[in-house]
C-alpha cells in the first residue's frame, strides 16, 4: 500500500469516528422542478412474450413472499433487510461505515443480506407492473420500500457500509421510480414528499465521502460512480448533484482504460467481474447519452473493445468463461434471474455503439434493451463469427480451438496472465498455466468455482487456491501466497514463451514463477499442443532438489471418470475422451475429498466431482507429458 493511500485511509477512518458521534443528520431537500428525466416507456405488449411470461413467474413469486438470492431460497412475507435468511443471523442495528460485515458471527453470510438489498427483486415486480398495470405488483414495491426506510435510518445498520451497494441500489431506485409512474405509490415515494428522497441523498452523499480507494479500487469503484452518475444526472435534484456528476464522471473515464486490457479483457482476471463492470459503464453511457451530455468517443471505444471481446472466449455452446471469483453481481435486474447475462448487453451495445456482436436467434434480451435503449437504430449487421484459436497476450487468456464454432469443436481456455487487479488483486485465483475444456459446447474440464467469500474460510481458501485448478501442485503450496479473503502476498508471475494458430488447432507455452520463492527455486513451463482432437499437456520442472508434485484435473459433474492402468476414461451423455497419463506418477480419482473434488456452479453452491490428481516424489529438473483424447 502506497503511502498516499495509507494516508486517504487513515483520512476515511478519523471521518468516520467523527461521524459516529453525530446526533443529527439533516439532509438537503431536493428541488424537483429542476430538469426532469427524458426517458420515456414504449408499448411493451408485443416485446419479447416469453420474457415477460418467465419474468411475470418471477415477480409472482416475490407476491408470495417467495426468494430465490445468491441460490439460497427462503420466504420472507414482512422482509427483514438485516437477515442473512441462510444462517438466520441478522445484523446489529449499529453505525453502518464502521460495522465489521466481515465478522460471520456478528452479520452472518453478507452477501445475502446484501442481494436482496440491492432491489433487483424489486425492479422485476415494477417492470411486472409495467407490463401489467396490476397495482399489487406496485403495492408491493412501495410497502418494501417503505419498510426498507424504517428499518435502516441513516447512518444505522449494514446497509450504510458499503459503497458499491449504495451505488447499485441508488440504480435500482432509477428504473423503480421510472417503471411506478403513474401509481399512487409513485407519488409516496418519488412525489413532492416522496419518502424516499431522503435516502436518496445519503446514498450519493455517502459515496461521495468514502469511494473505494487505492489498492481496493476496483469494481467496487467503478459501481460506486456508475450509481452516483446516474443518480446525479437523472435527478439532478440537490445542491451538490453537478459536482457529484462531475466527480463519478471523471472517474469513470479514467476507470474504463485503467482496468481493462487493450484487448478489452478486465484487469481483474475474473471473468464474472468483466460483465459486471462492463453493466456499469454501459449504463452510465447510456443515460448520459439519454441526457445529452455524453461520454467521450474514447470512453465508448473502451466499452465497445468489452463488448466486443466477449465472443472470442466462448465456445459454441454459448459457455461464459469461468475464471477468478464469481459472485453473480448484477448492476441492474430488467430480466428473469435464469435468462442470459449478455443479450440486452449485446442489443444495446450494437445499438449504442454499433458494436460487432451478433444479436441471438431469438427475442433474448429484447425486453430489457427496449426498456435501456435510445433511438438509436442497429445498423451492425451479420457478424463473422471465430474459426480459430485466438490469443489475448495482455490478459494472458488464449482460446486454442479446432473445428471451432462446429458440432464437433474442441475448445481450450488457458490461464497464463496476471493473478489479478492492483496490489491485493482482490479476486484473481492462483490458476497460472490452468486451462478449461469444452467438447462440442459442452464443459467438461473445468474451472472449479467460487464458492463463498466471508462465509466459509477454509472454503474460500480452497476454491481459490493452485490444488482447485488444472494445474500443477509443488510440495502442497499455492502458486501465490494467500493472505487474507481479497488479498494475496507474494504473486505468481506468468509470461507466454510462445503462441502459434493453426488450421486445426494451436500451441501455447508459458511458464510461471511462483514456487521460486521455495529454497531450490523452482519454475514450471508448460506446453498446451492442440492439434484436432489430441491435446497434449507437458509439463517441465526446473530448479534442483527433490519435490512432491500433484498434477491435477477437475471433471463437470456431468462427467463420469474411472481409470485403468495408466488411462482415464470420461464420459458424459454426448461424448467421452481418454487421458494417457504419465507413467512417473500414481493416479488417483478423489471426489468430495477435504482438498480435492469438489465444485460450485454459483455462489452459495457446492457439490461433489471427480478430480483426477497424479503425485510424485521427483528430482527436478523433470518433464511431464499427459495426453488426452477426445473421441
Not at 27 to 33: E, H, R, S
Not at 434 to 454: A, C
Not at 580 to 605: C, H, P, T
Request: charged residues 20%; neutral net charge.
Amino acid at each position: 500500500m502506497s503511502l498516499s493511500e495509507t494516508i486517504s485511509r487513515s483520512q476515511i477512518s478519523v471521518n468516520k469516528a467523527i461521524w459516529s458521534y453525530r446526533n443529527s443528520w439533516i439532509p438537503q431537500k431536493p428541488n424537483l422542478t429542476l430538469k426532469k428525466d427524458t426517458w420515456t416507456i414504449l408499448s411493451l405488449e408485443s416485446i419479447a412474450t416469453e420474457e415477460s411470461k418467465t419474468l411475470l413467474d418471477e415477480a409472482n413469486c416475490y407476491l408470495q413472499g417467495k426468494y430465490n438470492l445468491l441460490n439460497i431460497s427462503f420466504e420472507e412475507t414482512n422482509i427483514d433487510w438485516h437477515l442473512d435468511p441462510q444462517n438466520a443471523k441478522s445484523a446489529p442495528l449499529k453505525f453502518g461505515p464502521t460495522l465489521n460485515y466481515r465478522d460471520f458471527f456478528l452479520v452472518g453470510n453478507v452477501k445475502n443480506i446484501w442481494e436482496k438489498n440491492r432491489h433487483h427483486h424489486l425492479t422485476v415486480l415494477a417492470l411486472a407492473y409495467a407490463l401489467t398495470n396490476d397495482n399489487n405488483y406496485a403495492e408491493v414495491v412501495e410497502r418494501q420500500l417503505l419498510s426498507w426506510i424504517e428499518q435502516n435510518p441513516f447512518p444505522l445498520g449494514i446497509n450504510w457500509t458499503s459503497s458499491l451497494e449504495l451505488g447499485v441500489r441508488l440504480i435500482s431506485w432509477i428504473w423503480l421510480e421510472r417503471l411506478l409512474r403513474g401509481t399512487s405509490s409513485h407519488q409516496r415515494l418519488f412525489g413532492k414528499a416522496g419518502k424516499l428522497w431522503s435516502a436518496i441523498y445519503w446514498h450519493q452523499w455517502l459515496i461521495s465521502q468514502y469511494y473505494s480507494p487505492g489498492s481496493s479500487a476496483n469494481n467496487h469503484l467503478v459501481g460506486e460512480m456508475a450509481g452516483l452518475f446516474i443518480a446525479a444526472v437523472v435527478w439532478p435534484v440537490f445542491p451538490e448533484s453537478a459536482r457529484w456528476q462531475s466527480l463519478a464522471r471523471s472517474i469513470l473515464e479514467r476507470e474504463v482504460s485503467r482496468q481493462t486490457f487493450p484487448s478489452g479483457l478486465n484487469r481483474e482476471q475474473a471473468f464474472s467481474y468483466h460483465i459486471f463492470s462492463l453493466e456499469f459503464f454501459l449504463l452510465a453511457g447510456l443515460e448520459a447519452e439519454r441526457m445529452g451530455i455524453p461520454f467521450s468517443s474514447t470512453y465508448r471505444d473502451w466499452v465497445r473493445r468489452m463488448l466486443e471481446v466477449i465472443p472470442s472466449v466462448m465456445d459454441m455452446g454459448g459457455n461464459l468463461p469461468n475464471y477468478g471469483d464469481s459472485d453473480e453481481g448484477m448492476a441492474l435486474q430488467l430480466r428473469s434471474q435464469n435468462s442470459s447475462r449478455l443479450d440486452w448487453l449485446f442489443r444495446l451495445g450494437r445499438q449504442w455503439l454499433k458494436a460487432r456482436v451478433s444479436l441471438p436467434k431469438d427475442s433474448s434480451g429484447l425486453l430489457a434493451a427496449t426498456l435501456i435503449g435510445t433511438d438509436n437504430k442497429d445498423e451492425v449487421g451479420k457478424i463473422t463469427t471465430h474459426k480459430e484459436s485466438i490469443g489475448f497476450k495482455d490478459a494472458g487468456l488464449f482460446a486454442i480451438a479446432s473445428n471451432r464454432g462446429q458440432p464437433d469443436e474442441v475448445f481450450c481456455l488457458a490461464d497464463a496472465g496476471p493473478l489479478g487487479f492492483l496490489s491485493i488483486a482482490a479476486h484473481g485465483h492462483a490458476d497460472a498455466l490452468s486451462f478449461t475444456l469444452s467438447i462440442g459446447g459442452v464443459p467438461v474440464i473445468i474451472d472449479t468455482g467460487t464458492y463463498s467469500y466471508h462465509a466459509d474460510p477454509l472454503g474460500r481458501a480452497y476454491f481459490r487456491s493452485t490444488k482447485a485448478h488444472n494445474t500443477l501442485v509443488v510440495d502442497g503450496l499455492d502458486q501465490s501466497e494467500q493472505a487474507g479473503t481479497f488479498l494475496w502476498l507474494k504473486k505468481a508471475n506468468s509470461k507466454v514463451l510462445a503462441w502459434e494458430v493453426k488450421p486445426t488447432g494451436g500451441t501455447l507455452v508459458a511458464e510461471q514463477d511462483g514456487y521460486l520463492r521455495l529454497p531450490n527455486k523452482v519454475t514450471h513451463q508448460r506446453q498446451l499442443k492442440l492439434e484436432r482432437k489430441l491435446l497434449e499437456i507437458r509439463d517441465k520442472l526446473q530448479g534442483w532438489g527433490s519435490h512432491d508434485l500433484e498434477w491435477r484435473l477437475h471433471f463437470s459433474p456431468i462427467c463420469t471418470v474411472y481409470l485403468e492402468s495408466n488411462i482415464c476414461f470420461v464420459s458424459w451423455a454426448q461424448g467421452c475422451l481418454k487421458l494417457y497419463l504419465d507413467s512417473q506418477m500414481q493416479w488417483n480419482i478423489v471426489k468430495g475429498a477435504r482438498e480435492a473434488g469438489w465444485f460450485s456452479s454459483g455462489f452459495n453452491l457446492r457439490e461433489p466431482i471427480y478430480t483426477l490428481i497424479g503425485s510424485t516424489s521427483k528430482q527436478v529438473p523433470v518433464s511431464l507429458v499427459n495426453r488426452l483424447e477426445v473421441a
